[in-house]
């Protein structure tokens, strides 16, 4: 039993949009805990309409599951990064 055949193109686009979609759920989450209603309600927007490529391309062929995962992943070490770069926290 092998891995179902691969399309390289929407394995990097399921990487790329689930790293996206990660990076702005971790900047909704600060602008949650800040509590900028604007700026939430506007990044859970972002956040829902970015998902849905990564949910319709990994539906059809569950391996993406793991591009998606390898997505996240990336976004959000490369977003908690960027709040450290803009808003260093203080660290005790």
Do not use: C, Q
Request: hydrophobic share 55%.
């Amino acid at each position: 039993m092998g891995l179902p055949p691969i399309d390289p193109l929407v394995a990097v686009g399921v990487v790329l949009s689930t790293a996206v979609t990660d990076a702005v759920y971790v900047f909704f989450n600060a602008a949650v805990a800040a509590r900028r209603r604007i700026a939430a309600a506007s990044w859970s927007s972002v956040w829902y309409l970015l998902s849905a490529f990564a949910v319709i391309s990994y539906t059809s062929n569950w391996v993406y599951v793991l591009f998606a995962a390898l997505g996240s992943w990336v976004g959000g070490f490369l977003s908690i990064t960027a709040l450290e770069y803009i808003s260093p926290s203080r660290r005790e």
